[in-house]
């Protein structure tokens, strides 16, 4: 299991509040937290230097957010969550941003709609850059200053800031992605960027042992709430992939009518299929050959590399394709935590079989911040994992990301599991 990276200091009981170890001073607790901030947020800016100012203001579907949204948002989470609240001396940069820049906290005021962010041609990007370096010294002062007594409350707010920024970071790429899928001229993010290479080596499944399990949050280090508690589950008998989905094997499913075979297929999956036109992934196109549109532009569909950009409804009509099934949330997990299985994190997130709802016990976190997970446990489906998008260090075997079934302009694929 790796740790997150940018956790300076350990976690007691999964929820509470961040404690710092005995053994790390008052200082170097500051230290170590300053250093923190200041890696996360140039990363942020690391990845939205690939992009011009075009580039950062274009909103290509109500469900991605232009770079400029990302990089003001993540500054006002800091700018409302940790500094109005803990530094009595705090200049808000401009009070109409918290309009512009918050998503969906409605306890913290009312805003811009979600669909219309790439409207929003100033404040310009100077300006987000202008805020960002404004909130930037406020927090490495509340850092400096923050009373002693104080200190690990307000270190834990800031250690849900930083976790937040890098899901963003994840949501950067995958929206500028989206949006150069649309231009027909095939824009470049980063030239010369290959994906990860997929673990080769024999395929087959691995076998969970049956019987209960426990899974979630084990109280080590970061988490966000919706990984709690701690609980038991009952494992059937069943046996995992030890590798992810191919696009060989997503090839043969579409050469036997994958996309026109209805038996295969959840009603509101194949209602998608007929209103989206679905005959491949996402981003793929078919010129001569099949190509995808990746992150270096437009490349030649490698089949021995895992399948990405597909929706749960495409995940689950290739497992019943497939005479399989995919694994429960539960059976990724205990089968990761194992090392039983290849390429659990780094390339794609995975679908799984489970509704994304709260484990047994779960209470979301109190005022606005519970507001970060808890109210999205409906309609949705967890994927494990991480994806190649995702900042090192931001992955964990208890995490769950969540998105809608039709959904497939993340890095998501699957694996599939099979009952004995
Ligand atoms: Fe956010």
Redesign the pocket.
Known sequence: MSRPVISPVSRGAAGRAAVAPKKQSADQAREAWGEAFRRVRAETEERAAHLSAEDQIVQSMADASPTKWHRG?VTW?FEQFLLMPNDPSYKIFDERFSFLFN?YYVAAGPRHARPQRGLITRPNGGDVTSYRAHVDAAVERLIANVPAADAERVFSILEIGLH?EQQ?QELLITDILHAFAQNPTDPVYERGWKPPRATQGPRGFVEVPAGIHAIGHDGEGFCFDNETPWHDELIPNVRIARHLVSNAEWLEFIAAGGYSTPSLWLSDGWAAVQAEGWQAPGYWRQNDAWHVMTLAGLKPVDPAEPVLHVSYYEAEAFARFAGKHLPSEAEWEVAARASAIADAFGIAWQWTRSAYLPYPGYHAAEGALGEYNGKFMVSQMVLRGSSLATPAGHERMSYRNFFYPPARWQFSGLRLAEFV
């Open positions: 948002h989470f998503s937040h963003h």
